[in-house]
């Protein structure tokens, strides 16, 4: 079965300093997300990303984050500067067709910010 | 803002029993929600969905029911199994570009 996959699965970072998250979504997906976990929290909404730019974004997604699709199958979130509150599992997701389709979700990659 | 450190609820039920997980979502003009399971260090796992002209769909040993007037959502898993063992989230969706999770109900299966 088709799967979303997400790596690095666990990074230690330096506060201050970048990390870029990367994701390959599955092959025919058209829409992108990235989401979090904050440990023992709800899973929030990040960013939504389609036909090759931002559709929507929530608070939480201000300037210190970005996402770019860099070429046909890659999906990335940088973080530019990290701050401790930024440690958490960050969920990359795909579907085919936007709304009111399933979202598939990968295994997430751990960020701890030290 | 969001709370720290959430306290989850829990249902333990004996294998080979069924489950009722509930769910109250947020927003009236939501119409598709989806039930995730998520174990331990791994991605929320799809497991059924519901579009709001619905209010009842099954899938294998999995019924999703939707009551719209009191903005409740549940999840039955029949015959429960070791592997049902998981936090199940409901997320809500109302026509733009992001999901809504809920808090998420932590399952455990008692042998």
């Known amino acids: 079965e088709p799967e979303v996959t997400q790596t690095p699965s666990h990074q230690v970072t330096q506060m201050g300093q970048e990390v870029i998250l990367r994701c390959v979504p599955i092959s025919n997906h058209l829409y992108f997300y990235w989401y979090r976990q904050i440990l023992g929290q709800k899973v929030e909404f990040l960013v939504s990303f389609y036909n090759n730019e931002i559709s929507e974004k929530s608070e939480i997604f201000d300037d210190q984050f970005s996402v770019e699709r860099p070429d046909g199958s890659n999906f990335t979130l940088k973080i530019r500067s990290t701050k401790l509150e930024d440690s958490a599992m960050y969920f990359c997701?795909?579907?085919?067709?936007?709304?009111?389709?399933?979202?598939?979700f990968g295994e997430g990659s751990w960020l701890t910010v030290v | 803002g969001e709370s720290v450190g959430l306290h989850l609820p829990t249902l333990s039920v004996q294998e080979g029993d069924n489950s009722i997980i509930n769910c109250a979502y947020s927003n009236s003009a939501s119409d598709y929600f989806i039930w995730y399971k998520q174990e331990s260090g791994k991605g929320p796992q799809f497991i059924i969905d519901i579009r709001s002209n619905m209010d009842k769909r099954q899938g294998q040993r999995v019924t999703v029911l939707l009551n719209k007037t009191v903005k409740h959502l549940s999840l039955q898993i029949a015959a429960t199994q070791p592997g049902d063992s998981a936090v199940y989230f409901c997320a809500e969706n109302f026509g733009n570009e992001k999901l809504t999770f809920g808090t998420g109900t932590r399952l455990t299966i008692i042998p």
């Open positions: 997701a795909s579907t085919g067709q936007g709304f009111g389709n399933t979202i598939y």
